[in-house]
């Protein structure tokens, strides 16, 4: 499997042949320029997770790639002049199973409404596997190889993260979700994830690193 950290909580995930990006957000740059995707997932409508300008001229370039959402973000994508499918059962896109996780995203605040929220874990034969939670802690993804984590959110505190990580204890986790903090902040909450969180997991930060390799163990 080959994982690019685009930006935020963007990722290209290139497994078993096929090209799969999931949450292009209006924070993350240049998303719209990929071409050859297999298929786009969105975990929920937040906007920077799901870019409502930049998303239609994605899919104009990727004609033959399927859209797959949550029922909100299919909702909105409709909206859009988009048919997407609403992701709530197991699927495949070529020999990649994909798995919904979860339903409802993450208590902001009382005064606001709750959403739905499903990530995603994609698995291939002979490829390591990667779970995306978009904006939810809570979901059991089963064993996996890698695992996509937030590292700042309004909705979640530092030892919410590393409470995550410790539960899912994977072999490999992977920052995301860190367009709110400054360089500063960063490492502070890398240092808390790779201190405070899994006691069997290795934290790979792949912000502007490219495609990067990540193997089974």
Request: a negative charge.
């Amino acid at each position: 499997m080959r994982l690019t950290h685009l930006g935020h909580a963007c990722l290209l995930v290139e497994i078993a042949g096929e090209r799969i990006l999931v949450d292009p957000g209006g924070w993350t740059p240049g998303f719209e320029q990929l071409r050859d995707l297999s298929a786009v997932v969105v975990t929920h409508q937040h906007a920077d997770h799901l870019d409502q300008r930049r998303l239609p001229i994605l899919m104009g370039h990727n004609r033959s790639a399927r859209l797959l959402a949550d029922p909100g973000s299919a909702e909105v994508l409709s909206g859009l002049g988009l048919d997407a499918e609403v992701r709530m059962e197991p699927t495949k896109v070529g020999p990649v199973s994909l798995l919904p996780v979860g339903e409802t995203h993450a208590l902001i605040h009382e005064d606001i409404p709750r959403i739905p929220n499903v990530g995603v874990v994609l698995r291939a034969l002979g490829e390591a596997s990667i779970y995306h939670p978009g904006d939810s802690l809570d979901g059991d993804p089963g064993e996996v190889d890698v695992v996509a984590f937030p590292l700042n959110a309004p909705w979640q505190a530092s030892r919410d993260m590393a409470a995550f990580l410790r539960r899912l204890n994977p072999p490999v986790a992977v920052p995301i979700h860190d367009a709110l903090l400054s360089a500063e902040g960063r490492r502070l909450y890398l240092g808390q994830a790779d201190s405070l969180g899994g006691t069997d997991t290795e934290i790979r930060d792949l912000a502007a690193r490219g495609a990067v390799e990540l193997a089974t163990s």
